[in-house]
């Protein structure tokens, strides 16, 4: 079960989708930060399933959404999300999915690295939101 800051960041992830003319079309978390509807879960994409996929019919693109506590920003497995999702669906050199990324404030420059690291933080299809950490519990970002 995700912790109850995940599922806060999630809800902002998926706020910034819609702001970017995305509908949410799947979703692994507390529906009720979002709405009322009932969201299948993702489907696995290449090496793992992310938090949300949200599709824009105008023009034919799709976005993953991501949450990442602190903690999950030192994993493996979030520096493999973030290359698979980051790389997907080109085509004609345009790149048809969108990734957005959701930590806490005070992880920005953990964030900024890891991109960097990645050879993705200059992506325009990769962009982030961040929660301010008083909305967050201690085990939920560094302090």
């Known amino acids: 079960m995700a912790s109850a800051g995940h599922q806060l960041i999630l809800g902002l992830v998926a706020r910034r989708m819609r702001q970017k003319g995305y509908e949410i079309v799947s979703f692994d978390g507390s529906e009720a930060l979002i709405g009322t509807t009932h969201f299948k879960v993702p489907p696995i994409i290449r090496r793992h399933r992310p938090d949300a996929i949200g599709v824009n019919l105008q023009n034919r693109r799709i976005c993953i959404g991501e949450a990442k506590t602190s903690k999950d ?68 970002h560094d302090i």
């Open 73 to 140: 920003l030192h994993s493996s497995r979030t520096k493999e999300q973030f290359a698979d999702y980051s790389s997907l669906f080109i085509r004609n050199n345009e790149q048809l999915c969108e990734l957005v990324i959701g930590i806490p404030r005070s992880s920005e420059s953990k964030l900024k690295q890891m991109l960097e690291t990645l050879g993705i933080a200059n992506n325009p299809n990769v962009s982030y939101v961040w929660m301010p950490d008083e909305f967050l519990r201690e085990n939920d």
